[in-house]
């Protein structure tokens, strides 16, 4: 057991680090002629795993272990996160992260007894759309430009307007890369569940 909790903090900490790298980077890529790199960036692909890590850890392990594994991902993660973004990143990071991994232990555990599939979709959608509002809103918005300015480093904010989803109304760019990162963090969600169905009898 210690082994297998050791893979999943180490597991926890890789992930959110390299998606805290991975989201300054937009998607540039168009689909059906709409322009994805207003929508998308490529942090939203590698961190719905979190997700699968502090669900499959609950179910292991238990509620007080899974917080375990979060708390001690999360500060591996800040620490590397630091050097791989920026300051800024790291504490929308670490802020959204936090929150968002407990709520979704939350609801996991109140659902454990549910069927199998429930419990890691429903508490991902609402654990993913709380860490989507926190992360985007420090990381990107203006009115958090104080924090780039308090470490001294470049002004990070994403405020100008793009076309909402590259189709809609105008919108700042961090509003639109929320709604799109979102859908995909879903849609990963649900394609995890394969893995989940998999894993969830099974000693990792």
Known sequence: MRFSFFLAFLGMAIIVAASNFLVQFPLNAELFSIDLSNILTLGAFTYPIAFLVTDLSNRYFGAKKARQVVLIGFAIAVIWSIFLASPRIAIASGTAFLLAQFLDISIFNRLRASKWWQAPLISSFFGSLLDTILFFGIAFSAKF???????????????FEVPFLDVGFMTPLWVSLA????????LVALLLLLPYRYLFKRKF
């Not at 430009?145 to 405020?159: P, R, V, W």
């Not at 709604?179 to 879903?186: P, S």
């Open 179 to 186: 709604a799109g990162d979102f859908m995909v963090k879903i």
């Open 145 to 159: 430009t104080f924090i780039d300015n308090l470490f001294g480093s470049k002004e990070g904010s994403l405020a």
